[in-house]
């Protein structure tokens, strides 16, 4: 059921990202990788903007 949700979504954010790295263990190589390729294509800007301070 994750499997074909991952395979379905248009755009990824943070709560696919995080489906996505915690069940890695039940995919199989080849669906990991078909995933991950997808993932590059289709990530979504960030939600929140990056916010860098000085460390000093």
């Keep these: 059921m994750i499997k074909n949700y991952l395979y379905q979504?248009?755009?990824w954010g943070d709560h696919e990202l995080e489906l996505f790295a915690n069940t890695l263990f039940?995919?199989?190589p080849e669906?990991?990788?078909i995933i991950y390729t997808?993932?590059?294509n289709r990530l979504a800007?960030?939600?929140r903007p990056m916010i860098y301070?000085?460390?000093s």
């Design 9 to 11: 979504v248009e755009t």
């Design 38 to 40: 997808t993932v590059l």
């Design 53 to 55: 301070t000085p460390l």
């Design 31 to 33: 669906d990991v990788q």
């Design 45 to 47: 800007e960030p939600s």
């Design 26 to 28: 039940a995919l199989s």
